[in-house]
């Protein structure tokens, strides 16, 4: 079975430039997590969402970032516009949403803002 | 809210002599406790997680890890460690609310000697 997929792997952009990362989870897992690496620090959680609903987006900057989950299966986060303090490797995640269970984390995309 | 620390930022430790990863939580109840590795460019691999019941885990590749409740600790352990398990390690802990979005610590970085 296929793990967490996500794209790109890497992508180098220029500062106040858009940028989006695309995330298909494990199938049959209803909840899907965004998180933020920056480097030389743990994952941060940007979003959760349960099937198409974001429960958690308190720690999303919503004035560059958004991010949407149409018919609850893959995921799109968008930056627009991208700052310098942006650069980092964006991690998706997902889970069958139990509070004990495991969540199963993508390779990840870094991000370079230039 | 729940946190994590982990003390050591960098551990070097010789190929064949036994590791002690720190990590001390901070939960008013019931912690759910994790610990995940990464490797260069890749995602996070789960070793190991404590819900409840034995306070000795048993993980993958050899690893373990000990739950002290009086201690706030959780540290991950292996008797004898192997020129692959160079990579970063991360604790993490999950909140008794129904849900399971995770709070990662910062990691430690293990490099292993000859």
């Known amino acids: 079975e296929a793990g967490v997929v996500q794209s790109p792997r890497y992508k180098i952009i220029e500062k106040k430039q858009p940028v989006a990362f695309w995330c298909n989870p494990i199938s049959g897992h209803n909840t899907l997590y965004w998180y933020l690496q920056n480097l030389g620090q743990g994952p941060e959680l940007l979003i959760r969402y349960e099937n198409e609903e974001a429960v958690d987006d308190s720690q999303l900057p919503k004035d560059r970032f958004s991010a949407e989950r149409l018919k609850g299966v893959d995921s799109t986060l968008k930056i627009q516009p991208a700052e310098l303090g942006d650069s980092a490797v964006y991690l998706c995640a997902s889970s069958l949403g139990q509070v004990t269970g495991e969540l199963f984390f993508g390779e990840g995309s870094r991000l370079t803002v230039l | ?114």
């Open chain 2, 1 to 114: 809210a729940q946190s994590v620390t982990q003390p050591d930022i960098h551990i070097t430790v010789s190929e064949g002599a036994s590791l002690e990863l720190r990590c001390n939580y901070s939960y008013g109840a019931t912690p759910y406790l994790f610990w995940y590795v990464q490797s260069p460019g890749q995602g996070l691999q789960l070793l190991l997680k404590y819900f409840s019941g034995d306070t000795l885990v048993q993980g993958i590749k050899g690893f373990e890890a000990e739950f002290k409740r009086s201690q706030s600790s959780f540290n991950l352990r292996k008797p004898s460690v192997h020129w692959s398990d160079a990579a970063e390690y991360f604790c993490a802990v999950g909140a008794d609310s129904g849900y399971s979005t995770l709070t990662f610590g910062k990691g430690t970085m293990l490099l292993v000697s000859p």
